[in-house]
């Protein structure tokens, strides 16, 4: 599976726009790009995934670049819940039994008022 | 949010005990994961299930063993607890139409496990 790479930290403030990216250069083209976040002390939340599409649903947006070599996870107007840990995951969804998801360090994102 | 709960919640136990954690869901979902996090480190996968009886091994998985009787019941158990087992224990479920769709997982809220 590709690795991501994304910034350990970021600033945002509250009701403007959250631009979070993640650089995935040997993406293949099987793979698919997932996101998560992680606040603080709870589970990890599911919020989008796509393979080269654009994607949007109620929590975020999703923009792959057309070589799909990077991606960027927008929250349109960023609250203060909205602080956490998101996670860039890349996986093939055909590797066989191997259902190992890769989690790096992710992008702390603090929205202030 | 997906009815999934955790417990015990927090546990203390000692070195060479054997402990077991339950993860339950009221989805009905076929697939059901156990991952623990760690400081500077990601997530990991120790064990997942497919279906009642059907499990598989994850990346760290030594140590651990899982068990799936119900659809809605995954436990792990840490047949002798170590000090490097201390960690927070994260359950997951998903229930995918597609492949892709097994990587849109819903998570429990944490069991955090301390071996002295």
């Known amino acids: 599976d590709a690795k991501t790479t994304q910034p350990p930290s970021m600033d945002c403030a509250e009701g403007r726009a959250a631009n979070l990216p993640c650089n995935h250069s040997t993406i293949s083209g099987n793979e698919y790009v997932y996101w998560y976040r992680q606040i603080h002390s709870q589970g990890p939340q599911y919020i989008i995934h796509g393979l080269k599409n654009n994607e949007t649903n109620e929590m975020a947006s999703l923009i792959i670049t057309e070589d799909r070599k990077s991606s960027t996870l927008i929250l349109p107007h960023a609250t203060l819940r909205d602080t956490a840990v998101y996670y860039c995951i890349v996986r093939a969804v055909n590797a066989g039994n191997n259902r190992k998801l890769i989690w790096g360090l992710g992008t702390s994102l603090a929205v202030n008022p | 949010d997906a009815g999934i709960t955790q417990s015990p919640r927090h546990k203390v136990t000692e070195t060479g005990t054997p402990v077991t954690l339950r993860c339950h869901q009221t989805e009905n979902h076929r697939y059901m994961y156990w991952y623990r996090q760690d400081p500077g480190h990601g997530l990991r996968l120790i064990h997942y299930?497919?279906?009642?009886?059907?499990?598989d091994k994850g990346e760290v998985s030594d140590g651990y063993s899982v068990s799936r009787s119900k659809t809605e019941d995954f436990l792990l158990t840490l047949e002798s607890a170590t000090s490097s087992q201390t960690s927070v224990y994260f359950c997951?479920?998903?229930?995918?139409?597609?492949?892709?769709?097994?990587?849109?997982?819903?998570f429990g809220p944490g069991t955090r496990l301390t071996v002295t």
């Open positions: 299930s497919y279906g009642v009886k059907d499990t």
């Open positions: 997951a479920i998903s229930d995918p139409s597609k492949v892709v769709d097994l990587y849109e997982q819903y």
